[in-house]
């Protein structure tokens, strides 16, 4: 029977992708215009929703995708500009080059959290806006307990000393600007210099982009996903510029290296290319042998300093 006029419709399941390829030492995000990540529906012929999501991913983004993971269902009342209930499934997508398309572009990850990004050292947005807006946005509090769970909140996500910043806390730091009216998502809530918080996107998708960046930073430090993003041949520089650009932080080199040597998840190919310094590089391609071997153990990065 249909529901009152005005009121929520039946709902609509949609698939959502987030589409990641590397653009030197940047990732990238497929989006469409206005910057909204690719959806479409699941259709009854499709078996499972991995492979609907296949069919329209890669007519979308012209090329197959590679490793595909299921992320989340977002389903929040009113999380769309209409009436309609839509349920969005999301999934993060890996392939390893960033195809040229008519009707959509790469955009970088850290235009939309340039918070997220600490390769250069601490983003200088952090104690010019972030930091004095959640103290104000903590004091603002209407109770002590508010006041105490708000700080708290804070130095998880935002912590004084960034040797305790934890890379992965991608999500909850985004939801803590969006509860604290600093992101332009929120609408009329929003505080000057907003515009500095990072690239807006429609509906709900930087909390879906959130999900996935975060859900990356995590897999890459127990599975071998990186190379889904890598050439067939490599160098071991490369490699590193694609693990600190994925989860934003300089990680040490002589380790870094010392690391992927002793997982055995690399060979030399035996051919040589020209470094950054002219110097002729070792080329190396991932081991997929090594999936079937044993499982890659994980560890935490060698972070630099």
């Not at 990004?117 to 004091?139: F, N, S």
């Not at 009216?181 to 809530?189: A, S």
């Not at 950054?276 to 081991?287: D, Q, T, V």
Request: proline share 6%.
């Amino acid at each position: 029977m249909p529901e009152k006029s005005g009121s929520i419709q039946a709902a609509k399941i949609e698939l959502n992708a987030v589409i990641v390829a590397m653009a030197g030492v940047d990732p990238q995000v497929l989006v469409n215009s206005p910057a909204a990540l690719p959806s479409g529906p699941f259709e009854t012929e499709h078996r499972t929703l991995e492979q609907g999501l296949r069919v329209w991913a890669e007519a979308k983004g012209g090329q197959p995708l590679g490793y595909v993971e299921q992320l989340y269902t977002f389903a929040d009342r009113n999380r769309t500009s209409n009436n309609q209930r839509i349920v969005s499934i999301g999934y993060l997508a890996l392939v390893r080059a960033a195809a040229t398309l008519a009707d959509a572009v790469w955009s970088p990850w850290y235009k939309h959290f340039p918070w997220e990004d600490h390769r250069k050292g601490i983003p200088a947005v952090i104690a010019k806006l972030i930091a004095p807006e959640l103290k104000r946005w903590k004091d603002a509090a209407s109770t002590p307990a508010m006041r105490a769970t708000r700080a708290q909140r804070i130095d998880v996500a935002f912590p004084k000393d960034m040797k305790h910043w934890n890379e992965e806390l991608v999500l909850q730091r985004y939801e803590l600007l969006w509860e604290a009216g600093l992101v332009e998502e929120v609408g009329g809530k929003s505080k000057a210099g907003a515009n500095m918080l990072g690239a807006p996107m429609a509906y709900d998708h930087r909390r879906i982009l959130a999900t996935a960046i975060a859900r990356l930073r995590a897999k890459i430090k127990y599975r071998p996903v990186v190379f889904e993003l890598m050439p067939d041949a490599f160098t071991l520089l490369q490699l590193q510029n694609t693990v600190e650009a994925l989860a934003g932080l300089r990680l040490h080199k002589q380790n870094f290296r010392r690391l992927v040597e002793s997982q055995g998840l690399v060979e030399e190919t035996g051919a040589m290319t020209r470094g950054a310094s002219g110097r002729p590089a070792k080329l190396f391609a991932f081991r997929r042998e090594v999936l079937r071997e044993r499982a890659a153990v994980g560890t935490k990065l060698p972070r630099s300093g």
